[in-house]
């Protein structure tokens, strides 16, 4: 051992044991120099920051983005890679533009080419855009091969990194990833009969690449069936042990949002009638328990699917939870008057539509015979508050009886307020 080598560990047995191990298996280079953080380098010099690749989302290290099955986890990071790829800002921030690369193992190619070409034509991209995504976004499609572990064991069970795992590190060094995503997680580790050894391993290699392409690095995972029926939002929420979550710096969680789900607001889409799309699982949060590398936000991203072309995806900002609840009420408020002028409209054509007919509010509530535009029979309180609100704005009038024996007074449609307006 040199005299450096033995001042350096002087007086420390642990480190003394550890050098004398390093030697015996002929790996001391790690132990050599001076492990001091530096005076200069620590204090004078310029200290960057951790490197963010979209702000309150994905940091340049390792992630995990878990949820049930079918929720639409490789859907939604093939919309943020593409808005990466383009510059575009995602759920509201600016982002670290940059080529994406999907590792996938579950979808193959000629799937993913499907949707990211329904995706670019919804968002209606030009030319030039969309060549900027099929030169920018790579997909290595590995489904029909059946050695896709980065981490594998020997046979007697330690853990390994793979030949492959060397050689896709090396084959996307050098080219300025912004993201890189294994897609699922399980294809890519020893096997979850390892557990929390095997999580652990997958994401110090997801950590140590991501210093390598400079890039955030991280996979698409599942949740067990009690976390996806619980909706569980926290950083252990993924199925298996607690290392992914534990050694990954970001962990985002996927659920499909209901709309008894009264804890989390989405925001208000200008056309989109939110309580069907929620029925229809088109509305989908993504929350980031996690995110060592910035400030933890409790509100979830959004990302809404359209009523007419499911494939165009907005990515919405978390808000604030006031402007969330503002936001609903707003909603809830425009709902309301929507229907009551269809209610309105309903009453004063169905009046019209029976000229010989004298209704006053109390008959046309026992008349039974009044539907709305959907094809439902109108509830009597419906008809009273939509009576009610017409006579108040004119559009009815109440006119005295002309005959005995019939009502004292019956509705009429103002038609000179038409005219007038």
């Known amino acids: 051992m ?61 992630f995990a983005l878990n949820g049930p099955g079918g929720v639409s986890k490789t859907t939604v990071m093939l919309a943020i890679n593409i808005r990466v790829v383009l510059g575009f800002t995602v759920a509201e921030q600016t982002v670290k533009e940059g080529p994406c690369l999907l590792v996938t193992a579950e979808d193959d190619l000629e799937l993913v080419r499907y949707r990211v070409r329904q995706m670019c034509e919804a968002m209606r991209l030009s030319v030039v855009q969309k060549k900027c995504v099929a030169q920018n976004l790579h997909i290595v499609d590995l489904t029909e091969h059946s050695e896709t572990q980065i981490i594998t064991s020997d046979t007697r069970g330690n853990l390994e990194e793979s030949h492959f795992a060397e050689t896709i590190r090396k084959r996307w060094e050098g080219e300025g990833l912004s993201i890189a995503t294994f897609d699922p997680v399980v294809f890519f580790g020893p096997g979850e009969r390892y557990v929390n050894d095997g999580e652990a391993y997958l994401m110090k290699w997801f950590r140590r690449v991501s210093k390598h392409w400079g890039a955030a690095v991280g996979g698409i995972h599942h949740v067990g069936k009690a976390n996806a029926n619980s909706k569980e939002v926290g950083q252990y929420a993924g199925r298996g042990g607690s290392s992914l979550a534990d050694n990954a710096r970001n962990v985002l969680v996927m659920h499909k949002h209901a709309i008894h789900d009264k804890e989390f607001t989405p925001p208000v889409v200008a056309g989109m009638d939110m309580a069907r799309a929620c029925l229809e699982g088109r509305v989908l949060r993504v929350h980031t328990p996690k995110s060592s590398h910035g400030a933890e936000e409790p509100a979830p991203f959004w990302a809404i699917r359209g009523e007419a072309d499911a494939w165009n995806i907005q990515i919405y900002g978390p808000g604030t939870t006031s402007e969330r609840k503002e936001a609903a009420a707003t909603q809830r408020r425009q709902r309301a008057e929507d229907a009551n002028a269809n209610d309105e409209k309903t009453v004063i054509e169905f009046i019209k539509a029976h000229p010989d007919r004298r209704y006053s509010k109390t008959s046309l509530r026992a008349s039974d015979a009044v539907y709305d535009a959907e094809g439902g029979k109108m509830a009597q309180r419906r008809i009273s508050g939509a009576v009610e609100r017409l006579k108040a704005n004119g559009a009815l009038i109440e006119v005295g009886a002309q005959q005995k024996g019939g009502p004292q007074s019956y509705l009429k449609v103002n038609d000179q307020q038409g005219a007038e307006e």
Do not use: C
Not at 6 to 25: C, H, P, T, Y
Not at 42 to 61: A, M, W
């Open 2 to 62: 040199s005299v450096e080598r033995s001042r350096f560990v002087e007086g420390d047995a642990a480190l003394l044991k550890m050098a004398e191990i390093a030697q015996m298996d002929g790996h001391t280079e790690w132990l050599s120099g001076d492990f001091s953080i530096g005076y200069t380098k620590t204090f004078v010099e310029d200290t960057p920051p951790p490197k963010i690749v979209i702000p309150r989302i994905l940091s340049q290290s390792n």
